[in-house]
């Protein structure tokens, strides 16, 4: 059983930045897809970032392209979210998802439905 532990959240003033981070506790890190979700209040979860078992391919969101980055380190099983120039827009619970992956290729997955392990979410609060 893979679990996944989100940290980093908080508030911060919009223009501000956080880095959210994902630690799994389970073997082959390394097979895993990532991604990041977030869920607003009163919205649907969406997609945020996704990134390959290798890192070498990613996904950003339109809202986000430009401001976050997402990254891994397989040596470590962990994920990480870095986000600049936040904006109120931004402020919702962000969650790290995971998925074994069963090819060598470097894909990513942007569906909720196509990802088998989640975080608990952390809280992100931007105040403007």
């Known amino acids: 059983q893979v679990q996944l532990v989100e940290s980093g959240g908080g508030v911060v003033q919009a223009g501000g930045s956080l880095r959210l981070s994902c630690a799994s506790s389970?073997?082959?890190?390394?097979?895993?897809?990532m991604g990041w979700f977030r869920q607003a209040p009163g919205k649907e979860r969406e997609i945020v970032a996704a990134?390959?078992?290798?890192?070498?391919?990613?996904y950003y969101a339109d809202s986000v392209k430009g401001r976050f980055t997402i990254s891994r380190d397989n040596a470590k099983n962990t994920v990480s979210l870095q986000m600049n120039s936040l904006k109120p827009e931004d402020t919702a619970v962000y969650y790290c998802?995971?998925?074994?992956?069963?090819?060598?290729?470097?894909?990513?997955?942007?569906?909720?439905?196509?990802?088998?392990?989640w975080g608990q979410g952390t809280q992100v609060t931007v105040s403007s």
């Open positions: 990134i390959s078992w290798s890192g070498g391919s990613t």
């Open positions: 998802a995971g998925r074994l992956v069963y090819s060598s290729r470097s894909i990513y997955y942007r569906s909720e439905s196509e990802y088998t392990y």
């Open positions: 389970g073997r082959a890190f390394s097979s895993y897809a």
